[in-house]
Structures are given as C-alpha cells and as structure tokens.
C-alpha cells in the first residue's frame, strides 16, 4: 500500500516508517516538525535506502494539506501527528484540543474529499482511565471519559469517538484504533529514537540521560504502591515491536466483517520502575542513581493489557524483551544517532 504518514517524523512515526518499508509498502510522510526532527526522516531514509517524500506541514493547515492530498496518491492515512505530553496538556489545554482534535479533523475530512477510507489512530492506553484493572482488554472499557486523567487522553479518547461515529455513519470508511501501553527503545540502528526536548517526562529517557552522566540521578515517584516492590508497574513495549504491530494491522483494511478495529500493543508483562532500573544498568554497564520521593500526581499502581486480541487476529505479537528494550535506548542516547 501507498500510506500517508501524519506525523511521521515523530518517535513512532519513523519507525513505523521503516517497518512499512521492510514490508513492501511506501511512504508520504507529512509533519511540522514541532515536535521532531528532519534529520529523522534523513536517518529513515538510510535505514530504507530510499528517498521518502517529505512535506513539511502543519495537519491542521487545510489548504496546503489538502495540496499534499492532490499530490500524492495514497490508500490508507496513519495519524502520529498529535501532541503528547500528558503534564504539558495540563498546564496548555486549550493548545491540546485545538492541535489534536483539529489535525485528526482535517485529515478525515480530506480522506472523504478525496475518496480514501483507511485510517489508522496512534490512541493510548490511557483511554481506559484510572480505574482500570490490568490486565486490561479492548472490551473493558466504554470510553469511560471521565476517568481520564488529563487533556491528552481526552483528546485521544475524542478522536476514537470522531472516527466510531464517522465508521457508523459510511460504510466504506474503516477506522484500524492503536492503543499503545508504554513504548520505549530505538531502532538497533541508534539512527533514530526518542529524543524528546528538554527534561523527559517518561521514565526510560530519564534513565537514559541518568546512564550518560547527562542528568544526576533519577526520581523514582513512590514505593508504596500495591506492586511487587512498591514501585509503579508499567507494560514497557519495544518501539520497532510496536512499529511491526502497525504494519500487521493493515490487513484490517482487507477484512469485510467490520469497519472499525480496536487493539491494544502492549506485551502483557508488568516491569516496575526499580525492575527497569537494574535492567538498565545490566544492559548498559552504568550505574543509574535514584532517589526514592513521592507519587507523581494522576499515576496508578498498575497499567498492563492482555495483547491477545492482536495476536489471534492479526498475527502480531511483542517479540523484544526488556533487556532488548535497554540496549537499544541506551546506544542511541550514547551518541549513536546522526
Ligand atoms: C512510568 C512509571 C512513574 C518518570 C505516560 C502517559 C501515557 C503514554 C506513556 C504516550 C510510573 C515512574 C516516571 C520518572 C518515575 N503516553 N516514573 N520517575 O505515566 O505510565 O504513561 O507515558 O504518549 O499516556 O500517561 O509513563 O514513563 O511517565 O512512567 O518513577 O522520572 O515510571 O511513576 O510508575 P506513564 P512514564
């Protein structure tokens, strides 16, 4: 398939990017670059060893989105393209409604402009909200908005929503939901990763920056929580799996049953912080210093899924393990990316 990439120069996007490659199908890739670098796209080409049509627009820009859309042919739309930092979506709300909701709302409208149908959403597991209990399944949930915990998941949850009710209203329109546990690694190349600004946010990177002496130590948020050390437990999922999920999930657009698909990404494993921490430091040979402080606000205990669904229907199932998921985090922040 020929497939538009919103986003793609992001962490997931690019290396779901290179997983679409290895299989045979092609890339238009469209992002603003906000929130991402060209020379991802640039280290994506090495990786492919082709040229990949780049736009660099903003989705929510209609009028040159839809120039993109009249240039390049293509079957099927992958959304990347939102905002996603759960602590900055609180602080800057409105920016989060307004660039997610209205970036997936010109995209699907271009879609029927144009007569394309296929659409797959990077969502999250964050749209089952925080009285969840893992191991959580796709069926658990009703969109239970509000148990959501933050702006970001709100606009994850909305956009589901915007394409079940567009999925019910034509028949021909076929929505394929992705929703990711924790994704967490780089591509074994160390020419792309995540690489986000400023101080991270999640864990891994934060214990990357620990790892390379680029940050002192790590504040683990909590060790009385109901877990296997007090810490939090989390379904960690290597990048380049989570990439390869996407890619299995095309064949949806082939199925005749339904026109809307909803799969959890995880591997179904918990690992808590401190788990992760020795795993680091196993993989990389570094000391990674930690501090036990306080909870973090909005944080649960547990947060893992059953993957079963993707794997009995579409073949797919989260291969790498924890200590591949370290490796590959910590060649890229020691300098392997350019
Ligand atoms: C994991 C665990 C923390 C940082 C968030 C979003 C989710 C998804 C992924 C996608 C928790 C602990 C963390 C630190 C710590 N977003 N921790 N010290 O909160 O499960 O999920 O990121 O775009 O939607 O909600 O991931 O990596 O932030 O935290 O102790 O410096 O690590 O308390 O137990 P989380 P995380």
Redesign the pocket.
């Known amino acids: 398939m020929r497939i538009l990439v919103a986003g793609g120069a992001g962490y997931i996007g690019s290396h779901t990017i290179v997983e679409l490659y290895a299989k045979g199908h092609t890339v238009v890739c469209v992002d603003n670059l906000y929130n991402a670098k060209l020379s991802a796209v640039k280290n994506v080409e090495k990786i492919v060893g082709k040229k990949i049509p780049f736009y660099k627009v903003d989705c929510c820009d209609k009028k040159k989105l839809r120039a993109v859309f009249k240039k390049e042919k293509v079957d099927a739309i992958i959304m990347f393209q939102g905002y ?1 930092a ?1 602590g900055e979506s609180v602080k800057i709300p409105l920016k989060y409604y307004r660039n997610n909701i209205d970036s997936a709302l010109t995209i699907i409208e271009l879609m029927d402009e144009f007569n394309i149908h296929n659409i797959m959403f990077s969502s ?3 749209v089952y909200g925080k009285n969840a209990k893992s191991p959580i399944d796709e069926n658990d949930e009703a969109l239970r908005l509000n148990d959501i915990t933050n702006p ?2 709100e606009t994850k949850a909305m956009i589901e929503k915007i394409l079940m009710d567009k999925a019910n209203s034509d028949s021909k329109f076929k929505a394929v939901i992705l929703r ?1 546990f ?1 994704p967490v690694g780089a591509h074994e190349s160390a020419l792309i990763g995540e690489d986000p600004n400023g101080l991270p ?4 990177p ?1 214990i990357a920056k620990v790892a390379t002496g680029k940050l002192p130590f ?5 060790n009385n929580y109901k877990t296997k050390d007090g ?2 437990v ?1 379904d960690y999922i290597h990048v380049v799996d989570l990439a390869k999920g996407h890619v299995s999930a095309l064949k949806c657009y082939k199925e005749k049953k339904k026109n809307i698909y909803i799969y959890n990404l995880g591997t179904g494993r918990g690992t808590s ?1 401190l788990e992760l921490v020795n795993a680091y430091e196993k993989a990389s040979g570094k000391k990674v210093k930690y501090k036990i402080v306080g909870r ?1 606000a909005g ?1 649960v205990d547990k ?1 893992y899924c059953k993957p079963k669904k993707a794997k009995t229907e579409l073949g797919w199932e989260a291969k790498l393990n924890i200590e591949n998921m370290c490796k590959s985090s910590y060649n890229y922040e020691n300098g392997g990316r350019r």
């Open positions: 996603k759960v999250s597991a964050t970001y998941g990711y924790n946010n999640n864990l891994m934060y790590l504040n683990v948020y909590g810490t939090g989390r912080v973090r944080d947060l």
